[in-house]
């Protein structure tokens, strides 16, 4: 009953390879939680070394949870040997990133070809209550018949 | 000849204390390299803990970076014991971020009582050539009367 | 079953009128289609005078739709005698605004004492088929104490 | 002196040309006052028919022509024989929209293959004196190899 149908078989493979192969990922502690067609949760613990003035979660480290989330979402769709690249995002913050685990919830609006357009919730989990903390909409980008790897650059070509 | 008149005297010890209690900036290496009324400069090394899947750094992080600039730049402008949060932001990432050393550079576009807007631009330094690697557009928002310390929310009151 | 409380008992004649108030919405041929607390629809007929140069409705008309929508969503939720500006807002254009009707639906995401922050979707019926052809997340700020009448600005105080 | 090498030797002819079928822009009274490569300037009049609530011009008036200006930066720079869409953009709102004249001022600040970034600024002429009143970020989209004339399309592809 998924909303999108995914042209590349090993969608799932890919989609978990990329996300694993950003160290900035690993730093942060972001993982993937869900990952279905189009869609994309991840989670990330509470991290003293990743607070901004008031002891909440910056909101760089935010937006780096979302933009991935946008981006994953949108390349679970992208045909098999695509590079991804994200033109733009915007972020409004809502509440203040207060919990004890934050979740990055992905879902793809607008597939295409070349440009797809994402949009992800930020969510923070505090004393077993679920805030909304701030919302995403983004442009990913498809590089059509390039790979993945590092020698693919991120940026609009 | 500065382009603004700061109304808190201690802008300058502020400020650096505000960026300064912020600890993601330590976990990014982000640290202040200028600091004026109304505009600020940040600088980052490159560090391979901090990239995406094609070893360039995270979009995400460059965010947090613009996004302090951006924040730090409008709180300098701001009367003594206020808070400060990030209303929104977009980012336009126009090539890929890298380089041995990355610099955010923001301004001021119109101070305000309740909400500043601030344009912050990344760079990076590659092999001796600087290239604009992404823009940022940002609201912020000051909350008179209030200290800057962990009681502070980062959200819309 | 509103997901929203109004604070102000006449939100609704309030907010038709601030929306009657708008000469520009007569010109682009907008009305209100419902009205609910945080919720607003508008409607607008195709016009060969909005078009770009595809025939298409202009993307600033569309914004101008979306916008509106977005305003007096928070309109509805904010105290009596208060005034409205919209600090920002961001636009993805997703598809053709080709069609005979065009609707903006807006419902507050996260309505606040100062700021409201608003996302709407516009879409093109043609042919019989609706499209999802725009969103936009936009951020909303209540001037307390003020009238919503002519001498009031539009910019943040 | 130009920052900008167009593509095109008629790129003077055919942004005119495009900028001339907008329909829309006739209908808000929207010229071009100064073209070249990768920076455009537009002119519009006060009009009583624009206007929102308090007697200003509206935000998405404002923004059909920061976004004109920028679509039309953008298209200077792009070869003969490509039609052009607006991806995205956003627009924060600095000061009311009050004056005599406004004017709209965009300039490329990354030409790409496939997308490129222009920035706007929209001043007002009111009394003599010129105020920034609104911003804009937004991308912009080549077709390459397509006509721009009606049977083109406004959307991702």
């Known amino acids: 009953m998924a909303r999108f149908q995914p042209k590349n078989p090993d969608y799932r493979a890919t989609s978990i390879e990329t ?13 993937i939680s869900r990952l ?10 509470y991290s003293a070394n990743l607070t901004q ?9 935010i937006t780096a949870g979302l933009d991935n989330a946008c981006g994953i979402a949108a390349f679970t769709l992208m045909p098999p040997a695509t590079g991804i690249l ?3 995002f915007k972020t409004n913050l809502l ?4 919990g004890e685990r ?10 295409g ?3 797809t357009v994402s949009e992800a919730r930020a969510y923070a989990m505090h004393d077993g209550v679920e805030t909304l903390i701030a ?8 590089l059509a018949g390039r790979p993945t790897g590092p020698e693919e650059i991120r940026a609009p070509a």
């Open 113 to 115: 070809r070349t440009l």
């Open 135 to 142: 919302t995403m909409s983004g442009t990913l980008m498809a």
């Open 86 to 88: 994200t033109v733009e």
């Open 102 to 111: 934050f979740a990055f919830r992905a879902t793809v609006i607008k597939p």
């Open 95 to 98: 509440a203040p990133a207060r």
């Open 36 to 45: 279905e067609p189009g869609e994309v949760d991840l989670a990330m613990d």
């Open 19 to 31: 996300f694993e192969a950003q160290r900035a990922m690993k730093t942060l502690g972001i993982s």
């Open 53 to 61: 003035q008031h002891g909440f979660i910056h909101a760089g480290v």
